[in-house]
């Protein structure tokens, strides 16, 4: 799995990122006097973009169980810990996504749709990703919930016997979320539909449609072979999966990346921004923290004023 993540990084970086002068090239908005749509288009091949989640105007915020923050995209599990090296086994999972917009880091007027079921998260460096360990004799009432109403182990877990025992069960918590304002790389293919609104699929073959509608090409099987009564987190590995025989199949000289990946990535790893992406990102950090300071600095003086009146 991580000479997977690392070959599609390296994929990824060697992508130069597209900027809007760019994108208005390729996709520009047409439209005549006599008629308000025009003829959908799109890149048909890969971009890759630098923007900025924005919260969705008609859809409610998810939550991210865990830490409990505003995110359009999210996937959270609870493993056990095993000796000897071995994987974590999930006990519990769940996912989910909304659809959402975000805006071009270098025209943040210019936004692009995406489909929250097209997203893959992967190389979440940047504050998305978090991990947490302990033992179940400290299983918190979140954890323990989240397990009760998202468990995927065939035992109870509530009532496993090694609970009982001093230090109980290694417990492994990941959660992996898309958070509102999150400075992001997306790589996907980009369309202008025919109201001229941009949004970013995964690559439809050179016969799609432009709508959305058409059966993405590479790997993605037909329905019937993705086993669709397989659990959403059986099914969760696909992309992972698909991703690995991508990695091998360019090693193999087998074709291009662009025609495996079925999915829109998306990472919020500051350090594959460029350097005006990297600059946003630390004057949002820097405003955040001001902003905070601020707040203290005003609570603090009225506390003060509190206590001088108090006197």
Known sequence: CRATCDAVRSYIEELPVSRATEINQDLPQEGGYDCALSRPTSTQRLLRLEARVQRPRQQTLLTAPFTRRPCVVYSCSVSRL????????????????????????????????????????????????????????????????????????????????????????????????????????????????????????PLLSPAGSGDGNSTPRGLAPEPNSRELWRTSWERGSETVDELAAAAAASEAGGGGWEQRIDKVLVCDDPSLLDGFGRALQDACSRAGSLLLAAIGEAWSGRFLRRTRRAD
Request: charge should be negative; proline fraction near 7%.
């Open 82 to 201: 095993l000796h000897d090296s071995a994987h974590p086994v999930p006990s519990a999972f769940a996912t989910d996504s909304i659809d959402f917009e975000v805006s071009l880091v270098d025209a943040p007027h210019i936004e692009v749709e995406v489909r929250g079921e097209d997203v893959c998260l992967f190389e979440m460096r940047g504050g998305g990703q978090h991990v947490e360990r302990g033992g179940s004799e400290r299983l918190t009432s979140t954890w323990s919930d989240f397990m009760i109403a998202h468990r995927t182990a065939p035992h109870p877990l509530g009532t496993h016997p090694q609970l009982q025992r001093p230090g109980g069960i290694p417990l492994e918590m990941r959660e992996c979320a898309l958070v509102v304002g999150a400075t992001v790389t997306l790589v996907g293919e980009l369309h202008r539909t025919s109201d001229g609104t941009l949004a970013l699929r």
